[in-house]
């Protein structure tokens, strides 16, 4: 594979896939990104310009993507809009970007032959009680539960029809939580992390009971560039480390990490319909591509993404202010 589009790579797993890709082989990418307010062309500096190229652009432009498409061996799509809260307050680019985007993206994938591989996450089979051990497989049922998941949840089954009715080569991976350098602050680690850096105390929605399945963003990025390659058309694989940990415990981790007392926390409004638990069993992809993660150690993974927030400072104080003042209109 010589050269491939990756949509959304100015958001966070986005960069860390495009940085990641371009370490470990000689291929040539070009990231298509509408820097909505959850991306960052920053998070891509230093990148070879003989082998990267940016461009400014959305994946509803038919147009463009199709001119792209044309251009490439492979189109990896992260451009989503993310974040639940968001969901819960606007639904509608969710049904914008998630679904027409893809439509968009597969109808060109499907025009020009080119492999296509799909990012999605784990929130697609909704949520599991947390007093039981079942994981999700690829084989669990589709049960979304937020705007969010379900446009994810809809993208998904647009992929899976395309590649029956019309033989489009494609792949697809649900991943669990992920985290790591250049996450946007609204999300539940960066947003505990700069809270502290800030002085502030982080902020737990409910009792901070639910769970969540931690990966490394690299491990992430890892599994897509093997399913890329070595992954079976058609084929769906679940990605997962073994890394179940409470909201409360990730908090009190970080506290401990900052030296402050272990409740030095607060509790805060719930988010409506908020998802129990995931869990992912990734047992398929390590069989069949030989993948394996290696960001075992979560308290080593959380020190270093500690270190990185307070080392880049620059990079997340633009969007602080802004989206704590939106927390506060939540009640969060
Ligand atoms: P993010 O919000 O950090 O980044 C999304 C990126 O997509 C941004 O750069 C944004 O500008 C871009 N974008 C949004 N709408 C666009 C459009 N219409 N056209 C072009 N670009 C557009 O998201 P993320 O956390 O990096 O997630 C990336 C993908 O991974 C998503 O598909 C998400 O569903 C999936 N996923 C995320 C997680 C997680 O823990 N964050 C877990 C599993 C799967
Ligand atoms: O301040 C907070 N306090 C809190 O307790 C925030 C922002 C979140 N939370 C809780 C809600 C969740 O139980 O932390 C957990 C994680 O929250 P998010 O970071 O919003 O992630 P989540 O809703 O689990 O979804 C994430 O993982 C799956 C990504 O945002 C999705 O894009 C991905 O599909």
């Not at 498409?69 to 189109?75: F, G, R, Y």
Request: glycine share 8%.
């Amino acid at each position: 594979m010589q050269r491939i589009l990756v949509t959304g790579g100015a958001g966070f797993i986005g960069c860390n896939f495009v940085h990641y890709i371009m370490e470990h082989g000689s291929v040539h990418v070009t990231v298509l990104d509408k820097l909505t307010y959850a991306g960052n062309e920053s998070s891509l500096v230093g990148l070879p310009p003989e082998r990267f190229e940016f461009i400014k652009g959305d994946i509803c432009d038919s147009v463009l993507v199709d001119r792209l498409t044309a251009s490439v061996d492979a189109v990896v799509h992260f451009a989503a809009e993310s974040h639940n809260d968001n969901s819960l307050q606007d639904p509608r680019p969710f049904m914008d970007t998630n679904l027409l985007g893809t439509y968009t993206l597969i109808e060109a994938a499907r025009k020009h032959g080119t492999r296509f591989h799909h990012i999605s996450t784990d929130e697609v089979y909704g949520d599991l009680a947390l007093d039981e051990p079942t994981r999700f497989t690829e084989d669990s049922v589709y049960r979304p539960t937020s705007p969010y998941s379900a446009t994810k949840a809809g993208s998904d089954l647009l992929v899976r029809a395309w590649v029956r009715s019309f033989g489009l080569r494609a792949t697809i991976s649900n991943c669990s939580n992920n985290y790591g350098p250049y996450q946007h602050v609204e999300k539940f680690i960066p947003r505990q992390i700069t809270n502290l850096l800030d002085g502030h105390r982080p902020r737990l929605y409910g009792k901070g009971l639910n769970v969540r399945d931690w990966i490394h963003v690299e491990d992430h990025s890892s599994a897509v560039a093997a399913i890329l390659e070595r992954g079976r058309i058609g084929e769906t694989y679940l990605i997962g480390a073994d890394g179940e940990q409470s909201n409360r415990t990730v908090v009190e981790k970080l506290l401990h990490l900052v030296g402050q007392p272990s409740d030095a926390y607060d509790l805060v409004t719930d988010r409506p319909g908020h998802d129990l638990r995931y869990a992912i069993d990734s047992t398929k992809l390590r069989r069949e591509l030989g993948w394996r993660p290696l960001f075992e150690d979560f308290d080593a993974g959380l020190a270093a993404t500690v270190q990185w927030y307070q080392e880049n400072e620059d990079w997340w104080r633009p969007q602080k202010a802004e989206t704590e003042v939106k927390y506060a209109g939540q009640g969060h």
